[in-house]
């Protein structure tokens, strides 16, 4: 087996795997950076009880139009919107911190989506929604993926400067300027279309994957935050990249072996990562004068 | 150097505080109540007192991050947006990713904002407020690498780039080492000389002795106010160490005649807050 055949002649002969790929990258590129945000503010596993708050709206738009994208997007978008909108408002005006709000919400949104799925749903139907599709993703899905990276990329370029102060120091920017509030809820939008869109591709449990993965690396080869970003959206596009791959000569499910390509990126990064990476950590380095 | 980062004297608009029988605290308890008085522009003005006694509640209030339960706190000469507060515990993750260089620049926030190119004027800027509180060469340095003291001073180097008329400093030399905190001092001092008003709250007696011209000594109540001497007398000083401390649940609700106030007591009654901007 040549190099070609192992790594360009799946996507040269077969449509369905380049539109996999162009998918899965396209997300990346959105997805990663919001994943990098999540983790500096302490927030890695908002993205897990959002993707699992998505489920109901998912579910009904299921329920209504059956296995149709358009409206289990929809159904998605407003349930995670309602969730994320109910959270802040929560934490903001009462003594609960934003975690407790935050489970308290997802758990019943969780909670409702299973009981409506298992109301009217098959077993298949739910493994559809659970771990997506990526292998047939569609004109619509794939234009509605590339819609909500360009929103999501705009949008940071945006809101960038607010986003960092409101993540280093969120007592100055409520005294230089009221819009705090309004930047969370806008950072709260993006994660949770970035979600909507990861579902399509790869299901909502495992579209937090390719937020979350890629954004736990870069902090071993990165130091600031523009890095870190570059090397998410890297470490997410080659996930994608190899994980499609592997999926397709070892015919594994796509979706889950993106994800473990990803963890496989973190895990190496860990060990060896310049920046505080295990092995580098313990290598005797002599320290400097000054 | 100094005037091009905070403008010669007189080209700063000057702003007072002023207090209107202002009671703040937290949830119907006062932390300091019926203040009266008014900070003048371009003074400068240390806030003592002891713990408990109110100092950062009050300082908060006239940042205009907490309401005044009953009274009025109002700042002239400076919209809200515009104060510089330095508040004793900052909300600050010193683990988030950020060089020294990009966490001063966001002093000029107001001027260059979520959008505002960022030229060479910024940067120059930037550099010579480093320069100022003896951090050039630290521009690239993480907020993880940099002691306590050194934290101090980048946070000093960012309000002189928020060029405010009115600077708010919760405790600002504590935990300092004699050098560090006799250089933040100066520029303290240096801001007032500008035309600046500061309100500053301290510990130090021998430092607001030596530096501050006003002290408002307070103990959940305005004990002393005016010219340093006059306030930091004996007796006075004995005053406020007797503070009561804890609240009291069930204390009745406070009737207060002030020397020139309407009756007035603490409740939802008509609080105000405003900030009215130089003309």
Known sequence: MTAYDLLVAPFADFGFMRRALVGVMVLSVGAAPIGVFLSLRRMSLTGDAMAHAILPGAAIGFLIAGLDLLAMTVGGIAAGLLVALLTGLVARTTVLREDTSLAAFYLISLALGVLIVSWKGSSVDLMHVLFGTVLALDDAALLFIAGIATVTLLALATVWRALVLECVDPGFLRVVSGSGAATHMVFMVLVVLNLVAGFQALGTLLSVGIMMLPAAASRFWARDVGGLCAVAVLVAVLSSMAGLLVSFHANLPSGPAIILVAGGIYIVSVLLGPVGGLVPQRLPAPHRAG | ?279
């Open chain 2, 1 to 279: 150097m100094l005037n091009r980062l905070g403008a010669a004297p007189g080209a700063v608009h000057a702003a007072a505080v002023r207090f209107r029988n202002a009671t703040v605290g937290y949830d119907r308890h006062p932390a300091v109540h019926h203040v009266d008085g008014d900070i003048e522009p371009g003074s400068l003005v240390a806030v003592i007192g002891p713990n408990g006694a109110g100092k950062s509640t009050l300082l908060k209030a006239v940042a205009g991050l907490i309401q005044p339960i009953d009274g009025e706190v109002r700042v002239e000469g400076c919209p809200r947006r515009r104060i510089a507060y330095l508040p004793q515990q900052s909300e600050i993750d010193r683990s988030f990713p950020i060089p020294v260089f990009d966490f001063v620049a966001m002093g000029l926030w107001r001027t260059v904002g979520l959008f505002g190119a960022f030229r060479r004027p910024s940067d120059v800027r930037v550099a010579e407020a480093l320069g100022a509180v003896g951090l050039a060469g630290f521009e690239r340095r993480t907020l993880d690498t940099l002691s306590g003291g050194q934290m101090q001073r980048v946070l000093f180097a960012r309000l002189m780039l928020q060029d405010s008329p009115l600077i708010l400093l919760d405790e600002p030399f504590t935990a300092l080492d004699d050098s560090t905190a006799e250089a933040l001092l100066d520029l303290v001092l240096r801001w007032q000389a500008e035309g600046r008003t500061v309100l500053t709250v301290l510990h130090d007696l021998g430092q607001v002795r030596a530096a501050f011209p006003t002290v408002m000594l307070i103990a959940r109540r305005v004990v002393a106010f005016g010219p340093t001497d006059t306030v930091l007398t004996p007796a006075a000083l004995r005053t406020a160490r007797q503070m009561t401390e804890a609240w009291d649940d069930d204390a009745p609700v406070c009737r207060h005649d002030g020397p020139d106030h309407r009756h007035a007591a603490p409740g939802h009654g008509h609080a105000a807050h405003r900030h009215e901007a130089a003309p």
